[in-house]
């Protein structure tokens, strides 16, 4: 008797797994990616954007500049720093570069230092290239300059 009852609930068990599974499988609830593409099929990718040159407006106090040129080739990672062949205080003058803020040459007990903190290293941690492309969600920020 308690065969049949393990069979019963093995065989229950099976058939929900298989047609929620079904379910999950055909039901969309109008799910749709970012790209609008469905959902199983592979998107290409977006158009490449022009690195916009000169320099964009900060839309607030603080923010890190943008970046007015490409960067997709340059080297930065734990060994290796291209940003600071040019923005560096001891090659800027050469390059004619802006050099880094002197907040760059700061350890974390404020002491100054003749080469960039650690802590600044990985540039586009916080400065990103600036490019005119639309935006990918919806945005209402007003920069604190139209405000």
């Not at 977006?46 to 040159?53: A, G, V």
């Not at 500049?65 to 490409?70: D, E, G, M, T, V």
């Not at 205080?89 to 004619?96: L, S, V, Y």
């Amino acid at each position: 008797m308690k065969t049949k009852h393990k069979l019963g609930l093995v065989a229950a068990a099976v058939l929900v797994i298989s047609v929620g599974f079904a379910f999950a499988q055909t039901y969309n609830s109008g799910l749709s990616s970012l790209r609008q593409v469905e959902l199983d099929s592979q998107a290409l990718p977006l158009d490449s954007y022009q690195i916009d040159e000169g320099r964009f407006a900060r839309n607030y106090r603080q923010q890190p500049p943008l970046i007015p040129h490409a960067i997709e080739r340059y080297q930065i990672d734990l060994n290796a720093n291209q940003c600071l062949s040019c923005h560096d205080w001891t090659n800027a003058g050469d390059r004619q570069a802006p050099t880094l803020s002197m907040t760059h040459y700061l350890d974390r007990d404020g002491n100054e230092l003749d080469v960039i903190s650690a802590r600044r290293w990985f540039c586009n941690q916080c400065h990103v290239p600036q490019a005119d492309a639309p935006a990918l969600v919806d945005n209402d920020f007003l920069s604190s300059g139209k405000n």
